[in-house]
């Protein structure tokens, strides 16, 4: 057990629709990492916030968005669903965001879009 | 920009045999390198990392990565595999010297070990 959570592990919803995921990192862990894994596009990442600020953007569409509360969990909103966002969505976080770090990822959330 | 390849989607190999999956890197400066493993139905699981120091890593697992600067590369390898180490398996690279504190992974190399 990596000590992040992630809910739900599946969720099954229909285009045009607008979901959130939810995320919370291990005890102490300040950093949290969004990533999307797809078969084709293999773990792209998509959005890292510290401490409740942002601090660096990958390759998140506009229709997506996330924030990280004080308490530190974060939430990743994905609207205006497509059939194309169907992947597994991780999230990942790490005590600090530095560059040697390792990451502890959730099991993450099956997306299927219909 | 950093970049990672893993030059194989799928590797087999006989339980009881050696095994090496291959990770090549692209980055401007000195990079810090990592390996993680992914089970069916599971998050990605930290395996081991070069930052600096001795080119031999030794990881979780029985584990072991070789960092070649001059060849760019950074293959993980295990002396002798495991059936219970099929599994997705992720190269990924960070730059630290003015670039992404965030690191970028390979699409995988999916290792399956037979019996």
């Known amino acids: 057990d990596s000590g992040v959570t992630q809910t739900p592990k599946h969720l099954i919803t229909a285009t045009g629709q607008r979901v959130t995921l939810r995320c919370s990192p291990r005890?102490?862990?300040?950093?949290v990492y969004w990533y999307q894994q797809s078969l084709d596009q293999g773990l792209q990442f998509l959005i890292q916030?510290?401490?409740?600020?942002?601090?660096a953007k990958g390759n998140i569409l506009e229709r997506f968005s996330a924030q990280q509360f004080p308490d530190l969990h974060s939430e990743l909103n994905l609207s205006s669903l497509e059939l194309g966002d169907s992947a597994l969505y991780f999230c990942?976080?790490?005590?600090?965001?530095?560059?040697?770090?390792?990451?502890?990822f959730g099991s993450g959330t099956q997306l299927s879009v219909l | 920009a950093q970049s990672v390849a893993q030059p194989e989607d799928q590797v087999n190999v006989a339980e009881g045999n050696p095994l090496t999956v291959k990770c090549t890197y692209s980055?401007?400066?000195?990079?810090?390198l990592f390996w993680y493993v992914q089970y069916p139905n599971r998050g990605l699981q930290f395996l081991l990392k070069?930052?600096?120091?001795?080119?031999l890593v030794k990881g979780s697992y029985g584990f072991e990565a070789e960092f070649n600067k001059s060849q760019t590369s950074f293959h993980l390898k295990k002396p002798s595999a495991l059936v219970s180490d099929s599994a997705l398996y992720f190269c990924?690279?960070?730059?630290?010297?003015?670039?992404?504190?965030?690191?970028?992974f390979g699409r995988g190399t999916s290792l399956i070990v037979h019996p």
């Open positions: 990942a976080s790490s005590v600090g965001g530095g560059d040697n770090e390792k990451l502890f």
């Open positions: 005890s102490g862990d300040l950093s």
């Open positions: 980055v401007s400066g000195n990079p810090y």
């Open positions: 990924a690279v960070r730059e630290p010297s003015g670039g992404s504190y965030i690191p970028t």
């Open positions: 070069y930052i600096t120091g001795d080119n």
């Open positions: 916030y510290y401490n409740g600020e942002e601090r």
